[in-house]
């Protein structure tokens, strides 16, 4: 099993920054992917950023410039940075791992993030 604890969460003006962190409960990252995801009021849940197995990282394309995931692999932990956000990023952002060649998934339980205008 994988316990995900997701953290930095808070509330920021617009232009401000956020580093948003995710602790796993073991070292996963060799085989998992690790992803974050947002969840604004009245949407669906949105792919925000993927840290895949290797190093390879990817940023949703309305997003790119602004946001960057990286990982401390002594630690255990992903993170999110943030920069100059938007009212539009209020959301519930959600930290998410997937097993390669597995059924089996896990999700952390979201951290809150508000951008005042």
């Known amino acids: 099993q994988v316990q995900l604890v997701e953290s930095g969460g808070g509330l920021v003006q617009a232009g401000g920054s956020l580093r948003l962190s995710c602790a796993a409960s073991r070292n996963i990252f060799s085989l998992n992917t690790m992803d974050w995801y947002r969840q604004a009021p009245g949407k669906g849940r949105e792919l925000v950023a993927t840290?895949?197995?290797?190093?390879?990282?990817d940023i949703a394309d309305s997003e790119k410039g602004r946001f960057t995931i990286s990982r401390d692999n002594e630690k255990n932990t992903v993170f999110l940075q943030m920069n100059n956000l938007k009212p539009e990023d209020t959301a519930v952002y959600y930290c998410h791992a997937k097993r390669l060649f597995s059924s089996y998934e896990w999700w952390g339980q979201g951290t809150q993030v508000t951008v005042s205008s």
């Open positions: 840290f895949a197995t290797g190093s390879n990282t």
